[in-house]
Structure formats: structure tokens, C-alpha cells
């Protein structure tokens, strides 16, 4: 078609295409595509932009570790500073089965107690599936442990049950393989854990760190704590820490100790102190070691209940580099503390109480 002018149509595609990888959030994403059908195919679902985590809203309503989703289920992005509703009632009925405790990637986790099964449902596409249900129990408090690179396509996770009747000492855990499509259980720490080339790795605070095959269940090697986890080396701060999380960031195992003295009047969650160590991982015999490090350089770590992620830092996206974004167990709000400064601020978010989850198309 010929403009007024005499001029030729122009062919806005690959700029569109270009342009769609470099937004900041994937909610600008989601809007450009919602301009017209143009703008939409010339935005396919390859060209997502890098996925910053959104903060969602936990409700009052809580039994054990399962929270009730609202119809109307809100999510806060920290990067455009925007709240988000999104229409929950056709899609995903039993919004009563919410599992708290993780960081959610792409999908949310929902537990039917009665029938032992777990099943993931996106809030943002409807898209959701089931795994086969745990033939001789019941799941008493199932979160997921991703274990690939991109598990909002390709669903390869690991879904570990733990037992809080015992979570403080060694107990039963299930993973599920997605390889076989069969549950594989065993036990062991089960608290805070991660899955790292084939082995998962699982742990709770003054406690080794166990390393397992993830599909023989074989114990490969069990790795001491930091010496700071440790009574006998300083009993007045090993008695502070409150969590010793697991995360895998730029290819290679953190452990985050946090310690905080029990809040009282004068002594509030501002005052927390993080401590990192890199994991230097020998594959063929027992020397494996935690090595404490000082920065983590341009990554940025965020941390739930039970497990953590990381990303990089990149222009624009509304987290600061070297820092870690944290939520408080107890209160379910966000925190954000900076490693050169040694600060801890609060988040500013809208919720109540909330968790990470990072959203997918």
C-alpha cells in the first residue's frame, strides 16, 4: 500500500522484534502484544524478555503451608512499580491448595492433600498439568526445585515433601523425576535444598550439607557446615542464625547464613547479617568445602521460604546489583540487603505478606 506521499508501507516487524527483547518487565511485553494482531505476531513468545520477579499476595487464610489464592489474585512488580490483577476464577478453582514456601518460576504449585497429588497451574496463560499421585501417602507440604534453565517450557522440576513434624531433624523427603515420571523417595535434611548437575543438594542450618544422586538416591558425600554454623567454634553467634539457604548462582553453589538476634524491642529484622560462601565442589572424593566470599559481584540474589535463585544485574531492572532480596519467614514480607553496606531495608511493596515468583508466558 502507498501512503499520500508516495511513499511505501513500511515493515515494522524487526524493529517490534527487536524492541520486544529489551523491555524491562515481562507486563510491558504482555501489553505490547495486547496492541493488535501485528504487534502480536511481530512479538512471538521466543522473544520474552528476560523475566524480573514479580512479588505475590499471600492471603490471611493459611492451613499449615497452604495458603487460599484470591479470585482476583494480585502481583506487585518491583521493577515498573505497578500492581497487577489477574482474574483467577475460571482458570483455577481449588485456589484454597496454594503451597507456600518457595520461589515459584512460571507455574504455581496447588496440593491435594486427600488424593497425595501436586499439580502447577501459570496464572497468566491458564496453561497447567499434574503429576502422578504418591501411591502410599499423602503430601504433606510439597515445594518445587527447579531443575533446569528455562522449567517454564520444559518442566523439568523436582517437587520435594517434607515432613514438619520433623523438619529440624533427618526425615522422609519424595522428589519427582521427570525422566520416569515416577516419584523417587528417601530421606535426609530436607530444609533447604537445590538441584545442580544430576545431584541434589540438601541441608538446614548447623547442619551438613547432603549430596545425593538425584535418581539412585545414592548419598554421595555429606559436606560440614561453615565453621560459623558450628557451637563448639562460637556458641553466642551460631545460636543467631536463623536459615542457611542453598542457591546456585552464576554456575556455582552458595550457602546465605542468615543471622538475626530474636526481635525485641530494640533489636528489629534491620539488623539482620548475611554471611556467603561459595561451595568448592570436589566431584571423586570427601574435601568438598564452603569458602566464604565477600561480594557476588554483578548477581543478585532472591530468597523465599525454602529455596532461592539468582540473576544478573542488568540497566533498568529495578534491583541493585550485589544485594540480596530476601523474604522474612515470619512476617512473609520482602527485605532487600545490601552486601557492601551491610544495610537492610524494607522493600516497598503494597501486600501484607507475599512471596516471590517469577512470571512466564
Given amino acids: 500500500m502507498s501512503g499520500g506521499g508516495g511513499g511505501e508501507e513500511r515493515d515494522w516487524s524487526e524493529l517490534l522484534h527487536l524492541i520486544a527483547k529489551k523491555l524491562p518487565d515481562l507486563v510491558d511485553f504482555i501489553r505490547l502484544r495486547a496492541v493488535c494482531s501485528t504487534w502480536r505476531f511481530s512479538a512471538p513468545l521466543s522473544d520474552t524478555p528476560h523475566q524480573l520477579p514479580w512479588l505475590l499476595e499471600l492471603s490471611d487464610t493459611k492451613f499449615s503451608t497452604l495458603y487460599t489464592l484470591r479470585e482476583r489474585q494480585r502481583f506487585y512488580s ?3 512499580h505497578e500492581t497487577l490483577t489477574i482474574s483467577l476464577t475460571n482458570k483455577k478453582p481449588e485456589l484454597h491448595n496454594f ?6 518460576s512460571g507455574y504455581l504449585p496447588f496440593s491435594d492433600y486427600w ?3 501436586v499439580s ?4 497468566l496463560t491458564g496453561d497447567s498439568f499434574s503429576l502422578p499421585p504418591v501411591s502410599h501417602r499423602r503430601l504433606l507440604s510439597p515445594w518445587m526445585v527447579w531443575t533446569g534453565t528455562d522449567p517454564i517450557r520444559t518442566r523439568s522440576i523436582i517437587v520435594v515433601d517434607r515432613d514438619l513434624q520433623i523438619r529440624n531433624e ?12 515416577k516419584w523417587v523417595e528417601n530421606e535426609g535434611y530436607f530444609y533447604h535444598c537445590c538441584y545442580w548437575h544430576e545431584m541434589f543438594f ?7 550439607t547432603q549430596v545425593f544422586d538425584a535418581h539412585s538416591r545414592e548419598l554421595l558425600h555429606e559436606i560440614p557446615p561453615p565453621d560459623i554454623e558450628n557451637y563448639d567454634k562460637d556458641y553466642y553467634i551460631a545460636s543467631e542464625l536463623r536459615q542457611s539457604y542453598l542457591v546456585i548462582s552464576s554456575g556455582v553453589i552458595l550457602r546465605v547464613v542468615w543471622r538475626l538476634e530474636y526481635c525485641t524491642d530494640d533489636k528489629t529484622i534491620e539488623e539482620s547479617v548475611f554471611y556467603i560462601y561459595r561451595l568448592d565442589f570436589e566431584r571423586v572424593n570427601d574435601n568438598s568445602c564452603w569458602v566464604q566470599i565477600d561480594d557476588i559481584g554483578n548477581q543478585i ?6 529455596n532461592g535463585f539468582s540473576m ?19 512476617t512473609n514480607k520482602p527485605y532487600m540487603h545490601d552486601i557492601s553496606a551491610g544495610t537492610v531495608e524494607r522493600v516497598p511493596c503494597p501486600f501484607e505478606r507475599c512471596t516471590w515468583f517469577l512470571p512466564g508466558l
Fill in 78 to 80: 518491583v521493577s515498573s
Fill in 99 to 104: 503451597v507456600s514456601g518457595g520461589v515459584y
Fill in 115 to 117: 488424593k497425595g497429588t
Fill in 120 to 123: 502447577f497451574f501459570n496464572p
Fill in 170 to 181: 533427618i526425615g522422609e523427603w519424595a522428589l519427582y523425576d521427570p525422566r520416569s515420571n
Fill in 202 to 208: 540438601s541441608t538446614h542450618v548447623h547442619n551438613p
Fill in 301 to 306: 540474589l532472591f530468597l523465599g521460604e525454602m
Fill in 312 to 330: 544478573t544485574a542488568r540497566p533498568n531492572c529495578g534491583f541493585s546489583k550485589g544485594c540480596i532480596y530476601f523474604i522474612d519467614p515470619y
